[in-house]
C-alpha cells in the first residue's frame, strides 16, 4: 500500500494530465466524513494532488456519476435500477467499490425509558400504527417521528431493511436533510424517534437495541444487529490501481486507512490479502 | 377638535415609527451580539498546551524550545494519572468477579476520557485522525470533558418522567489504584493542561485541519470572496447595459413592459431555483467546467443579482437631473457620449451602492452554490483554477458544519467564527457602500 502511494505521489508529482492530480467526490453525508478525512490524509502524503469532497446526498452523487461531474460517488446504498439503467443508456460503467461497513442505529431521546424495540415496532411507528410511547413500554408521550429526506441512502436502506419496499412513512414525520440533523432532532425532541450512520450517533442520543442487539463495531461484523449495510464509492469502469481513484479507494483497506474508519466510529472493511 | 384628533394620530404615527425601529434594533442587537461575542471565541480563547503543541506540530509555529519545556512539565504532572490506570489495569484481573464486571465499563469509560482530555497515552501509538493526536486545546472544552470523566451522565426512569442525573465516578472506585485520578482531575486539571489566554488572528486565513477539528477557515473566506467578486465581474457590466438601455434607449410599449416584468420576475425567484438552474445549465448543459466550479457558481450567482444591479442603476441613472442630459444633448454630444460621460458618471454613487450590496447578498447566498461551486473540503483554489476548480465557501461551510458533521458539538466554536466573520465581510460590504457613495457624491459635487 505504502508503495503504491508513493507511485500515486509520484505520478501526481510529474503529472502532465490535468485529470491525473485532481479528483473530484460527490455524494453521500453518511459517507463523508470518511472521504473527507481520506482526502485530508491523501492530501499530506501527496501535496500536489486536490481532493475536493461534497457531501450533497447519495442521491446526487449517483447524478454526478452520471453527468460525469465527479470521479468518485460516495453511496451509503446500492445503485438503483433506474439509476443503473440512466447510466447505461450514457455509457458509465459503475463499479462499486465497499469502503467501510455501517450500521443504523435508531436513537431515541435520553430521557425516553424505552430501553429497545423489535423491528416490528419500528415498523409500525415508522408507518403510523404506533403513535404514542406508552404502546411499547415508554411514558404516555405522543411519538414524533423523524426520517432523512427521500434522496439519503440511510432513508433507503432503513426503509429497505426495517420497513419493506411498500410501506408508507406516516404523513406526519419529518424529514431532515443529514445524519447530523436527525441527531440533533432528536437531542432536542423529547419524544423524538430517529435514526443515523453509526459514526454520528454519540451520547447526546440514546440508541435503542433491535431484537436486543445494540448497534456497535462487534454486532456489525457479526451480523446479529439488523440494520447494517456497507458504505461505497462508485467510480466510472475500474480504476486502474495506480491512478488516483484507484489509489484513493484503495486506501480504505489500508492500514491506515482502515484506522481512519474506525476512529471515525465506522467499521473498516478487510485489509488487502 | 378636528385639530387634536390629527394631533393625535400624528404623534401616534410617530410612535409607531419609533417603536418600528426600536424593534428592528432590538432584534438585529438580539441576533448579532450572540454571534459576535460567540464568533470573537474562534479568535480569542484560553488554550491549553495541547493547543501549543498542536500549533507546533501541524502549523511549525510558537517556540520550540519553550513548548517542549512546558510540555516536559506537564507531563510529570500527568504521571500520576497514568500511573494509575497502569495500576488499576494490573489490579482488575485479581478483583472478585462480580466487582469486576462492575467496574470494567466504568474503567474503559474513565480510560477513553483521559484520552479524549489529554491525548493518547504516553507509549501508545498515534491515532490516525490529527483530532485525536492532541488532548482537548480550548480550556472550555476541556472543563467539559474533565466533568465526563467525572461524573456519569445518565437517565433516572424511577419515577414519574425521567430525570437527568450526574453520577460521582468516584465512589464506584474507591479503595482501588484508580480513585487518585479524580481529586487530581478535579482539583490539578489546571497543571495537567496548563490554559493560558490565547490569540488566534490567524483562524481568519489559516486552512483548516482534520474536518475542522484544528486550524482556521483561509479557504472558505477566500472562496466567498472568489465567488462574490466573479459574480460581481458578470453582473454589473450586463446591469449598468441593460439598465441604460432601460432608462434611455427603450421606447415605453409592451416590449418594455414585457422585459420590465421580466427582471422583477427575476428578482423574486427563490435562490435554491437559481442554484438547480445553474446546476442543470452551466454544468449539466453549456459545460462551463468538468463539475462545480467557481466559474459555474459565480456565474449562478450573478443570475442571482442581475436584478438588483439593474433595478439600482436604473434609479440611479432615472435620478440623474434632465438638465445635465440636456445640456449634454444642446452641446452637441450624440446620446452614446452623454451617456458615457455625463449620465454614467452622474449616477456612479447610486450605482455603485447598489453593486455593493448586491456584493453582500452574493457572499452570503447557500443555496445558488451548493450544487454549482461549493464543497466541504478542498484546497486553496489559486486565481488559475477557478474556471474548473470548486471551492470552499462560508456561508455553505457554515451549514454543513452546524448540520452535516459528524461531530457537530465538538466544533461549535469554528461555526461560530464562521458565522461572526461571514456577517463581519457583509456588513464591511454594505459600510463600503456608504463611504463610497458619501465620498462619489463629494468629488461630484466639486
New interface residues.
Given amino acids: 500500500m505504502r508503495v503504491s502511494l508513493f507511485v500515486a505521489g509520484l505520478v501526481a508529482g510529474c503529472a502532465v494530465a ?1 485529470a491525473q492530480d ?1 479528483l ?1 467526490l ?1 455524494g453521500s ?1 453518511t459517507v ?2 470518511i ?3 481520506f ?3 491523501y ?1 499530506r502524503q501527496n501535496p500536489g494532488v ?7 446526498g447519495s442521491g ?1 452523487g449517483a447524478k ?1 456519476l452520471l ?4 470521479g468518485i460517488a460516495n453511496l451509503s446504498r446500492d445503485l438503483k435500477g433506474t439509476e443503473r439503467k440512466a447510466m447505461e443508456e450514457k455509457g458509465v460503467k459503475p463499479v462499486a467499490h465497499v469502503v467501510a461497513y455501517d450500521a443504523l442505529p435508531v436513537i431515541v431521546h ?4 424505552v430501553k429497545g424495540l423489535t423491528i416490528e415496532q419500528i415498523r409500525n411507528i415508522f408507518t403510523g400504527a404506533i403513535r404514542n410511547w406508552k404502546e411499547v413500554g415508554g ?1 404516555d408521550r405522543a411519538i414524533v417521528v423523524i426520517s432523512r429526506d427521500t434522496n439519503s441512502g440511510t432513508f433507503e436502506t432503513f426503509k429497505e431493511l426495517v420497513l419493506g419496499k411498500e410501506a408508507k412513512i406516516v404523513e406526519s414525520a419529518e424529514y431532515t ?5 436527525i ?2 432532532r432528536v437531542q432536542m425532541t423529547k419524544g423524538a424517534i430517529g435514526y443515523a450512520g453509526l ?2 450517533v ?3 442520543v440514546k440508541s435503542l437495541e433491535i431484537n436486543g442487539v445494540a448497534p456497535s463495531v462487534e454486532t456489525v461484523l457479526d451480523k446479529t444487529y439488523p440494520i447494517s449495510r456497507e458504505l461505497f464509492m462508485f467510480t466510472n469502469g475500474e480504476p486502474a490501481p495506480e491512478s488516483l481513484a484507484g489509489t484513493f479507494i484503495g486506501m480504505s483497506r489500508s492500514e ?1 486507512g482502515r ?2 474508519i474506525g ?3 465506522f467499521v473498516p472493511v478487510p485489509p488487502k490479502q | 377638535m378636528r385639530m387634536l384628533t390629527r394631533k393625535i394620530l400624528d404623534r401616534a404615527f410617530t410612535a409607531g415609527g419609533y417603536l418600528a425601529v426600536a424593534l428592528m434594533t432590538l432584534f438585529l442587537l438580539w441576533v448579532l451580539v450572540p454571534i459576535f461575542v460567540k464568533g470573537a471565541g474562534a479568535y480569542v480563547f484560553v488554550g491549553t498546551v495541547e493547543y501549543r503543541r498542536m500549533m507546533l506540530g501541524e502549523f511549525g509555529r510558537g517556540n520550540e524550545q519553550r513548548v517542549a519545556a512546558e510540555w516536559a512539565e506537564v507531563q510529570r504532572a500527568r504521571e500520576p494519572v497514568y500511573e494509575a490506570i497502569a495500576a488499576f489495569e494490573r489490579e482488575l484481573p485479581a478483583l472478585p468477579v462480580a466487582r469486576r464486571k462492575e467496574l470494567k465499563p466504568a474503567f474503559q469509560a474513565v480510560r477513553e476520557g483521559v484520552a479524549v482530555l489529554l491525548g493518547p497515552a504516553p507509549g501508545k501509538p498515534l ?4 483530532r ?1 493526536i492532541y488532548g482537548q486545546t480550548r480550556w472550555r472544552q476541556a472543563q467539559d470533558k474533565a466533568a465526563n470523566i467525572l461524573f456519569e ?1 445518565t ?1 433516572d ?1 424511577s419515577g414519574n ?4 442525573v450526574h453520577v460521582p465516578r468516584q465512589p464506584l472506585f474507591e479503595g482501588t489504584a484508580l480513585a487518585p485520578v479524580f481529586p487530581l482531575l478535579r482539583k490539578e486539571l489546571r497543571s495537567l493542561l496548563r490554559p493560558r489566554l490565547t490569540f488566534y488572528p490567524r483562524f481568519l486565513t489559516d486552512p483548516s ?3 475542522h477539528f484544528f486550524g482556521g477557515i483561509g479557504p472558505e473566506v477566500l472562496g466567498t470572496v472568489y465567488l462574490a467578486l466573479g459574480a460581481m465581474l458578470i453582473a454589473v457590466p450586463l446591469g449598468i447595459v441593460a439598465a441604460v438601455y432601460f432608462q434611455e434607449y427603450a421606447r415605453e410599449g409592451p416590449v418594455l413592459t414585457f422585459l420590465r416584468s421580466c427582471v422583477n420576475t427575476l428578482a423574486g425567484v427563490p435562490s435554491v431555483v437559481f442554484g438547480l438552474f445553474g446546476l442543470a445549465f452551466f ?2 448543459t453549456l459545460h462551463v467546467s ?3 466550479s467557481v466559474l459555474a457558481g459565480a456565474l449562478t450567482l450573478a443570475l442571482l443579482v442581475l436584478p438588483t444591479v439593474i433595478r439600482s442603476s436604473e434609479e440611479a441613472i432615472a435620478a440623474v437631473p434632465r438638465a445635465y442630459k440636456e445640456g449634454a444633448l444642446a452641446l452637441g454630444a450624440g446620446q452614446w457620449r452623454t451617456v458615457l460621460t455625463v449620465i454614467l458618471p452622474a449616477a456612479l454613487p447610486g450605482i455603485l451602492t447598489g453593486i455593493v450590496i448586491s456584493m453582500g447578498r452574493a457572499a452570503g447566498e447557500t443555496a445558488p452554490v ?2 454549482t461551486a ?6 486553496w483554489v489559486t486565481p488559475s483554477e477557478v474556471l ?3 471551492t470552499p465557501a462560508l456561508s455553505w461551510n457554515l451549514y ?1 458544519l ?8 465538538e466544533i461549535r466554536h469554528v461555526q461560530y467564527g464562521m458565522a461572526a466573520t461571514l456577517v463581519l465581510i457583509v456588513l464591511a460590504l454594505n459600510l463600503a457602500a456608504i463611504l463610497i457613495r458619501a465620498r462619489v457624491a463629494k468629488r461630484l459635487k466639486v
Avoid at chain 1, 110 to 113: D, E, H
Avoid at chain 2, 127 to 130: E, G, S, Y
Avoid at chain 2, 374 to 379: L, T
Wanted: hydrophobic share 30%.
Fill in positions: 490535468q485532481k473530484v460527490d453525508t463523508g466524513p472521504a473527507k478525512a482526502a485530508e490524509s492530501m486536490n481532493i475536493t469532497v461534497s457531501e450533497s446526487n454526478a453527468n460525469g461531474t465527479c435520553p430521557s425516553n425509558r411514558e436533510g443529514s445524519n447530523g440533523g441527531r440533533q459514526g454520528f454519540d451520547r447526546s491506515k484506522e481512519i476512529e471515525i466510529g | 491515532p490516525a485522525l490529527t485525536m451522565e437517565w426512569y418522567g425521567s430525570q437527568k485541519i482534520d474536518a454544468i449539466n468538468p463539475g462545480k451548493v450544487f461549493a464543497v466541504s473540503v478542498g484546497k474548473s476548480q470548486p454543513n452546524c448540520t452535516e458533521h459528524e461531530a457537530v458539538e
